[in-house]
């Protein structure tokens, strides 16, 4: 089992920064990959970005490339998010994987994630 605590939300103007933390605890030495989600209301989960230690390295989603950025270890995974847009807000989640690709797209999907943290809010207002 993994646990996940994730954290750094909040209400920023369009433009602006912020730093989401996942913090992990439990079986981390099992963990292939961490990725972050995101949820609009009335939308489906999609994802940010994703960090990996299989070999398929980090990824990220068109829409956040060059402004977002993903790094950290087993233990603490950070996203970097800068430029920030109204169409960011969300709910934002991490999420821990034990399976173990090559091909970073499928750390692309949730149903490749067994843990989840509880989210935090991010609104970006323009």
């Known amino acids: 089992q993994v646990q996940l605590v994730d954290s750094g939300g909040g209400l920023v103007q369009a433009g602006g920064s912020l730093r989401l933390s996942c913090a992990a605890s439990g079986r981390t030495f099992t963990t292939a990959a961490m990725g972050w989600f995101r949820q609009a209301p009335e939308k489906e989960r999609e994802f940010v970005a994703a960090?990996?230690?299989?070999?398929?390295g980090t990824v990220y989603a068109d829409s956040v490339k060059g402004r977002f950025t993903i790094s950290g270890d087993k233990g603490t995974v950070n996203l970097q998010m800068n430029s920030l847009k109204p169409e960011d807000t969300a709910v934002y989640y991490c999420?821990?994987?034990?399976?173990?690709?090559?091909?970073?797209?499928?750390?692309?999907?949730?149903?490749?994630?067994?843990?989840w943290g509880q989210g935090t809010q991010v609104t970006v207002s323009s």
């Open positions: 960090i990996t230690w299989s070999g398929a």
């Open positions: 999420a821990a994987s034990n399976l173990n690709y090559r091909s970073d797209r499928y750390y692309q999907t949730p149903v490749k994630y067994a843990y």
